[in-house]
């Protein structure tokens, strides 16, 4: 019987994972499925227990359902457990396995497909949310000389500062003034349109300014390229973090740079 496999979020009708996972399966030869289902706001877990019951596999989870997600897993992975968040559901007898590719998932694309090598580089990450949280242990595992934080409320850089520990630091936008070698805008300001208040001088030409969000020009990166850094928006991640996935549930690691090219054309 063909696996199902499906990613839950609300809205979902603009998600590319379908389309992503479709062009896994068939590169690695694979027996499965995989959809996009709206879960409603106040109905996630039932949506999951439903496609369990219908003989779903695996599933991803996005917005807004990663932290209901967490919750909902009856076991967690070790970076999962960190990341306060899940994006990836694996079905089993023993029940819901929670495990976080999107880590693994901008390291992968930072580094294998930007070129952009991160030990002993100094990093800033813009961000104090979920999206920003899920990064840091993978960012911290490639041993950066220096990870900061920062966000529009320095309290809550503060926590997670504190939550890594490593030497994490943390503070304001106004504080934020010194050249960096990579900068990963992990806020939500692109998705309003918005450039979060930063000082022009974290860019160098040396300099990597990331968006994590993908699919069209932010101020963020508009902003960066203005003042010489090297950009690059989150499509690699997307595809990454859904390798990650695709690996965890089938056990082989599809090739990615076809799927990522071929997302860039479309
Ligand atoms: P997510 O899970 O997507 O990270 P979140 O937990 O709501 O969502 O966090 C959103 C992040 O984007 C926060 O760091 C937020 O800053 P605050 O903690 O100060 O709210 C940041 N953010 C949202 N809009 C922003 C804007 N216009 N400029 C700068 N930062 C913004």
Same mark, same amino acid.
């Given at each position: 019987?063909?696996?199902?496999?499906?990613?839950?979020?609300?809205?979902?009708?603009?998600?590319?994972?379908?389309?992503?996972? +479709?062009?896994?399966?068939?590169? +690695?030869?694979?027996?499965?499925?995989?959809?996009?289902?709206?879960?409603? #706001?106040?109905?996630?877990?039932?949506?999951?227990?439903?496609?369990?019951?219908?003989?779903?596999?695996?599933?991803? *989870?996005?917005?807004?359902?990663?932290?209901?997600?967490?919750?909902?897993?009856?076991?967690?992975?070790?970076?999962?457990?960190?990341?306060?968040?899940?994006?990836?559901?694996?079905?089993?007898?023993?029940?819901? #396995?929670?495990?976080?590719?999107?880590?693994?998932?901008?390291?992968?694309?930072?580094?294998?497909?930007?070129?952009?090598?991160? *030990?002993?580089?100094?990093?800033?990450?813009?961000?104090?949310?979920?999206?920003?949280?899920?990064?840091?242990?993978?960012?911290?595992?490639?041993?950066?000389?220096?990870? *900061?934080?920062?966000?529009?409320?320095?309290?809550?850089?503060?926590?997670?500062?504190?939550?890594?520990?490593?030497?994490?630091?943390?503070?304001?936008?106004?504080?934020?003034?010194?050249?960096?070698?990579?900068?990963?805008?992990?806020?939500?300001?692109?998705?309003?349109?918005?450039?979060?208040?930063?000082?022009?001088?974290?860019?160098?030409?040396?300099?990597?300014?990331?968006?994590?969000?993908?699919?069209?020009?932010?101020?963020?990166?508009?902003?960066?390229?203005?003042?010489?850094?090297?950009?690059?928006?989150?499509?690699?991640?997307?595809?990454?973090?859904?390798?990650?996935?695709?690996? #965890?549930?089938?056990?082989?690691?599809?090739?990615?740079?076809? *799927?990522?090219?071929? #997302?860039?054309?479309?």
């Amino acid at each position: 019987m063909t696996d199902r496999y499906a990613v839950f979020g609300h809205p979902i009708a603009h998600s590319k994972s379908p389309q992503i996972h +479709t062009a896994f399966a068939r590169q +690695t030869g694979q027996d499965m499925t995989y959809e996009a289902i709206l879960a409603p #706001l106040d109905g996630f877990a039932d949506s999951i227990a439903a496609f369990i019951a219908a003989g779903g596999c695996g599933a991803n *989870v996005t917005v807004p359902f990663k932290e209901e997600a967490f919750r909902l897993a009856s076991r967690l992975s070790p970076r999962a457990q960190r990341a306060g968040a899940v994006n990836t559901l694996s079905f089993d007898a023993d029940g819901i #396995l929670g495990d976080n590719t999107d880590g693994a998932g901008l390291v992968a694309d930072l580094t294998r497909n930007l070129n952009c090598t991160i *030990v002993g580089k100094r990093v800033l990450l813009l961000g104090a949310g979920g999206a920003a949280r899920g990064v840091i242990e993978p960012l911290l595992d490639q041993q950066p000389a220096a990870l *900061v934080i920062a966000n529009r409320t320095v309290s809550r850089a503060e926590e997670l500062a504190e939550l890594f520990g490593h030497g994490v630091r943390a503070c304001g936008f106004d504080a934020a003034d010194i050249p960096v070698d990579l900068v990963i805008n992990a806020t939500a300001a692109s998705l309003a349109g918005d450039l979060p208040p930063l000082s022009p001088r974290v860019f160098t030409p040396d300099t990597l300014a990331y968006d994590m969000m993908y699919g069209r020009d932010t101020p963020f990166l508009d902003f960066a390229r203005t003042h010489g850094a090297r950009t690059a928006d989150g499509l690699g991640m997307l595809v990454e973090q859904a390798a990650e996935a695709f690996h #965890l549930w089938r056990g082989v690691r599809p090739d990615t740079a076809p *799927v990522i090219a071929a #997302l860039h054309t479309a």
